[in-house]
């Protein structure tokens, strides 16, 4: 009898400690939770009672209008182009940045698609982020064959290029180029954004970024945010430079008084194939809206080396940014750890690499030549630039 009393007597000591136990993790939980602006304090709340029966997942689907304003000094948001069918990839580069970054800012998300998206597609993204979350569909007159080019010529260029390079037979990826290059800034739901963070699905983003890199833009001037530099392949690009050549020569008064061009050409006029990846780019949107790059890109269109080359938006965005505008508008994030199947950069100096989780063989970037050029290479004036387009490429 004595020992089945001791027993009950243990087994009600173990149940206490086990309640306390309990309401001891519940209570840092949720200090926690409000710490990172998660609980009922601040933030949005996670209980639907407290949102006037509302789910704080259910975020207004503003696929018409424009984005409405937020908390945070800059106007900003973070953009990408996506398939419906990309949603795992989507979610996981979502979940970086709101670990990453994100969380301590609440800048909102747009996706555009050239279809509609599915119910489970904006589902799955909600599930992701308190943020605000804002889904478009691409105008008719934004995605589609150039009115520059001839179909029939196309479908004989991307059988010519099919097996040259990657994408070369691919109708959709030109699609794409000449959207990200002409059209996605005309979007109106970035009508009233100042800035646009590019994102893309299936990345990885190594390091913390405990600061606002669209505020530090915005203080610092800077128009243009990069964070690898690679060198585009020539096969690709065969008469991007010569037409941009002939737009300088044609319209010598957009060009600034000083300009970075001799990154994308040497002192002989030859294309360095440097450019920006742009599947990473933070810009002032001032950018793409002028008429200068507006200009360009017409140009270009009419060209019709989009479909008939497969021009890409990052060779475009980094010519029109070397030869508009100067050296100190440019910023590299190296404190971005960043991945995109085919590049990988990692930090390696100690003071960013302690916020980061990457290995240091992923360094590409101080192996790049085209970033070992960026560092080495001035602004040159105007008057060097017209000299640079009045030769002729020199392959």
Request: net charge positive; aromatic share 14%.
């Amino acid at each position: 009898m004595a020992n089945s009393r001791l027993k009950r007597v243990l087994l009600v000591f173990i149940v206490i400690l086990g309640i306390a136990s309990v309401y001891k993790y519940v209570d840092y939980a949720n200090k926690a939770a409000a710490a990172e602006g998660w609980g009922h304090g601040s933030g949005a709340s996670r209980n639907s009672d407290e949102n006037n029966g509302q789910s704080p997942y259910a975020f207004p689907d503003n696929t018409n209008s424009t984005l409405v304003g937020n908390k945070n000094p800059v106007r900003a948001a973070m953009v990408a182009l996506v398939r419906n069918s990309e949603l795992d990839g989507m979610r996981s580069t979502i979940r970086q940045l709101e670990d990453r970054f994100n969380r301590r800012f609440d800048y909102p998300y747009v996706f555009l698609n050239d279809e509609d998206f599915t119910d489970k597609f904006k589902d799955g993204i909600r599930a992701m982020t308190k943020a605000p979350v804002y889904f478009g569909k691409l105008p008719a007159s934004h995605w589609g064959l150039s009115k520059y080019v001839n179909e029939d010529d196309v479908q004989a260029a991307l059988k010519h290029n099919k097996d040259r390079y990657i994408y070369g037979g691919s109708y959709s990826y030109r699609l794409m180029c000449r959207y990200q290059s002409g059209f996605v800034h005309k979007h109106p739901l970035l009508k009233d954004l100042e800035y646009y963070w590019r994102i893309e699905p299936g990345v990885s983003y190594f390091c913390d970024l405990p600061y606002d890199p669209f505020k530090y833009m915005k203080d610092n001037k800077l128009v243009y945010g990069f964070t690898i530099t690679p060198m585009e392949k020539a096969e690709t690009v065969e008469t991007l430079w010569e037409t941009t050549r002939k737009w300088i020569l044609e319209n010598p008064h957009f060009l600034p008084k000083k300009s970075f061009i001799q990154w994308v050409v040497n002192e002989k006029s030859k294309y360095t194939m440097c450019h920006f990846w742009s599947n990473f780019e933070i810009v002032d949107l001032s950018f793409y809206r002028s008429e200068a790059y507006e200009s360009y890109f017409q140009h270009l269109d009419r060209a019709g080396g989009f479909f008939y080359e497969r021009w890409g938006d990052a060779p475009v965005h980094s010519i029109a940014a070397a030869m508009l505008l100067r050296k100190d508008q440019l910023h590299w994030f190296e404190d971005v750890g960043y991945h995109h199947p085919g590049y990988a950069h990692c930090p390696n100096k100690p003071d960013m690499q302690s916020h980061c989780v990457c290995s240091k063989g992923n360094d590409y970037m101080y192996r790049s030549v085209c970033n070992r050029r960026f560092g080495n290479t001035d602004d040159v004036p105007k008057s060097r630039a017209l000299e640079l387009a009045a030769l002729p490429d020199n392959k």
